[in-house]
Every structure is written in C-alpha cells, then in structure tokens.
C-alpha cells in the first residue's frame, strides 16, 4: 500500500507540474505562480484546522514541542526544500531545458536518497547501502535518462544549472525525510504540511522580492480555476509523502515517486500533449524501464520471504 502511495504522489507532481506550467506562462513569472500555488494549498489547510479539532490539537502540539525544544527548528523548515525546488526550476529549465534539469534532478535525489538512508535521517531510521539498492538506484536513473533523451537537444549544456539541479535533488531527498521526522511529532500529515508551506511561502516570498528587485515581470491572473490545482495537488503531496515515508525509507520512496511520475507524465503528454511535445519510443521504453526498476526491490523481497 505504501508503495502505491508514494507512486501516486509521483503522480501528483506531474499533473502539479503541468498546472503549476501553464499558470507560469500567464503570470510570466515561475516564482510568482509558486507562491501563488503555496498561498492556494496553504488556505486549504486553515479551512481544514478550522473544522478539525485533532489537526488543531496537533498544531499546538508541535508548537509545544518546538518551544521545549523537543524538535529543532530545522525540522519544521522542510518547506525551504520546495521553495529552492521551484527557484533552480524556474531559472534552469529556460537555459538548459526540462531534460536536463530532470536528469540532474533525479540523479541528485536517488544518490543522496542512499546517503540519507545510510544516516537514518528520516523516521524509518538506518538502512544499509546494498547492492540491490544501488543497482535500482542506478537503474531508476537510467529509465528516466532515456525517457527524455530525445529532448536533451532542446537546451544548451551549461555546467553551473546542472549542478544547481543535482542540488535541488539532494535538497528535497532531505526534506522528504524532515517531513518525516515532523510527522511523528505531529501524527496529523496536514499539519507536517502546514508549517511546509509556511517556511515554503516565507522563501517564495523573499524570492520574489529578489526577482522583482532584478527586473522580473508579472502578468495578469487567469480566471481559469484548473491553473489554481497546483496548491491543493501540493496539500495533498506533502500529506501523503510525510505519512509514507516512515514505512519506506527515502530511497524506496523516491523510487515510487520517480515511476510515478513518469508514468503518469506519458499519459499526460499522450492525452493532452504540452507544446511541442511529441509521444516516442524513448519515452515509452523510459517509462517501462523506470516501472521495472521499483518492482525489483519488492520482487526480491518476496522471494527472500519464500526462500526463509
């Protein structure tokens, strides 16, 4: 079930991608549509911890722990992980192209998803770094890289924002597992995900005041409410990653999450094709190569479980 999840959640980010995408282009500025899309998800969870009492109690919960130092700050500061997220991506994918970013992206999170078990960083605590684990890591990487191959000469190679998208990737493996950390305090993942976007909406914040500081345009707000789904679509992430991640692990999850995501990317393209986007074979046998590689874990473990 927990696999499923976090496949579903990699679901969630494609669809949040394309919706996130297209308000981008109407507002002409990615950072705004960010904070537009946090500020969204961020009044839903008010809503909610308005007609929720057992959220509230978490809410104050947290906050008790934190003043006792219970927890450290920076484990309520997952939401940094999700703004930088959305700065690198706004900036990198005009120069060097979504294919690029997404290689270093990824690369970035299942390396350092490794490094991240390997610490225990995250709830579930200590796992070894076998060789299953690198070879699907490993592998994982391989299918994506191939699904957006015939893409990579969409942008220009420049060193310095491929080297910003492995950071990002490396960033939001930790913040998977902060979330994770906050959750067990919490025990209620719409609070985990309240205080992302809180931290989330302070850095968007000053973000923006950079970019407009800088010469950056807005536009107008579009009337279409599907351009909105991107914060409830995020609410909904955030909830459902801080309640998995304890019983997967940072690298298992970002493995689901990977093939959840480009899975759910192919359909997408292929039902509703973005602009200048073009279903090929790279793309599919990506996709299928991606999907094998989270089986292969799963399938070891039950043949391990026959075989005791």
């Known amino acids: 079930m927990f696999g499923f999840l976090a496949f579903f959640v990699g679901a969630l980010t494609a669809l949040q991608s394309r919706a996130n995408g297209r308000l981008a282009i109407h507002l002409n500025n990615g950072i705004l549509a960010g904070l537009v899309s946090n500020l969204t998800g961020w009044s839903l969870i008010f809503i909610i911890l308005a007609f929720s009492k057992k959220d509230r109690t978490s809410f104050i919960r947290v906050l008790k722990a934190s003043r006792h130092r219970e927890i450290k700050l920076w484990e309520v500061m997952g939401g940094f992980g999700g703004a930088f997220f959305l700065a690198v991506q706004s900036s990198s994918v005009p120069v060097v192209g979504i294919a690029l970013f997404t290689i270093g ?53 420049s060193f310095i924002y491929i080297i910003l998208a492995l950071l990002t990737g490396v960033i939001v493996s930790f913040q998977q597992a902060i979330n994770g950390r906050l959750n067990v305090v919490a025990q209620r993942p719409i609070v985990t995900a309240w205080f992302n976007f809180a931290a989330g909406t302070a850095l968007l914040l000053v973000f923006l005041a950079v970019n407009l500081l800088l010469g950056g345009k807005v536009g107008s707000l579009p009337g279409n ?84």
Request: charged residues 10%; positive net charge.
């Open 105 to 157: 992206l990824v690369a970035g999170q299942t390396s350092s998803s490794l490094l991240v078990d390997k610490l225990g960083i995250s709830p579930s605590g200590k796992k070894p770094v076998t060789l299953l684990r690198v070879s699907t890591a490993l592998l994982t990487l391989l299918g994506v890289t191939i699904a957006v191959l015939p893409k990579l000469s969409q942008g220009k190679f």
């Open 225 to 308: 409410p599907l351009m909105y789904a991107g914060g409830p679509i995020g609410l909904t992430f955030i909830a459902i990653s801080a309640y998995t991640i304890k019983e997967l692990g940072v690298l298992n999850f970002i493995m689901f999450s990977v093939a959840g995501q480009v899975v759910t990317a192919l359909i997408v393209d292929a039902i509703a094709p973005a602009d200048n986007a073009k279903l090929s074979l790279w793309v599919i046998v990506g996709t299928l190569i991606t999907f094998v590689s989270v089986l292969i874990p799963k399938i070891s473990e039950q043949l391990g479980k026959k075989k005791a």
